[in-house]
C-alpha cells in the first residue's frame, strides 16, 4: 500500500481526489466561500458540490420544497394536539417529550423521520406511541455522513474497554487515509 497524504483543499484538487478523503463539515464550507459557490446544506451536499465545482460540470441543486412559512406548534401541547404538515423538531416539542418520557429524549432518525412525514393527521400521541414502538431494537444504522459516530461505534465492539484517548488516535490514523484504503490501514 502507498502511503498517501491527504492533499490540501486547493482549486487543484479533482473531483474525484476530494471524494476519496474525509473533511470536517466546516472545512468544505470555508473551502466552498474560497471557490465561491454556497457554504450551506449538510456534509454529503456540500461535498457533492464541491466536486462538481472542482471538475468544472454543472450541479443542480435540488429542488425542496416550498420553504414557505408553515404552522407550527406552540404551547400547551396534549397528547390530542395535532401536529400539521411541515413541523419541525421543535424545542417546543421535544419538551413536550421530555415531560413524558425524560431528559434522555433527543430526536433521532425514527423521531425525525417521523415529523417529517407529518401529513396533518397525526397527534402527538401517534408520536409518541411511534417512539415507544421504536425503541429497543438494537443498535441502530448510522448514515453515511456521521462516519466519526459509526468509527466510534466499530472501535468500541472492537475495544469495550479502550480509553478516550486511544479511540481519538485512532481516528486520527484512520482519517489519515483514502477512503479507497482504510480497510487495509
Known amino acids: 500500500m502507498i502511503d498517501e497524504k491527504r492533499p490540501g ?12 478523503w474525509y473533511w470536517l463539515k ?29 471538475d468544472d460540470v454543472p450541479f443542480a441543486e435540488s429542488q425542496r420544497a416550498s420553504r414557505a412559512v408553515r404552522a407550527q406548534l406552540t404551547s400547551p401541547l396534549t397528547p390530542e394536539t395535532v401536529i400539521p404538515e411541515g413541523q ?13 418520557v425524560g431528559g434522555a429524549f ?22 409518541l406511541d411511534h417512539y415507544w414502538a421504536t425503541r429497543e431494537q438494537g443498535a441502530k444504522t448510522i448514515d453515511a455522513q456521521f462516519e466519526y459516530n459509526r468509527f466510534t461505534r466499530a472501535w468500541h465492539e472492537a475495544n469495550p474497554t479502550g480509553a478516550r484517548e486511544d479511540l481519538l488516535h485512532a481516528w486520527q490514523r484512520y482519517r489519515e487515509h483514502p477512503i479507497d484504503q482504510r480497510g487495509r490501514a
Open 9 to 20: 483543499l486547493t482549486a487543484n484538487l479533482t473531483g474525484g481526489e476530494l471524494l476519496r
Open 26 to 54: 466546516e472545512e468544505l464550507a470555508d473551502f466552498a466561500r474560497r471557490l465561491g459557490i454556497r457554504a450551506t446544506g449538510g456534509k454529503e451536499l456540500l461535498t457533492q458540490r464541491i466536486a462538481a465545482k472542482l
Open 88 to 100: 419541525r423538531c421543535s424545542q417546543i416539542v421535544r419538551a413536550w417529550f421530555v415531560e413524558h
Open 106 to 127: 433527543g430526536f433521532d432518525a425514527e423521531m425525525r423521520s417521523f415529523f417529517a412525514g407529518a401529513d396533518g393527521t397525526q397527534t402527538m400521541q401517534d408520536a
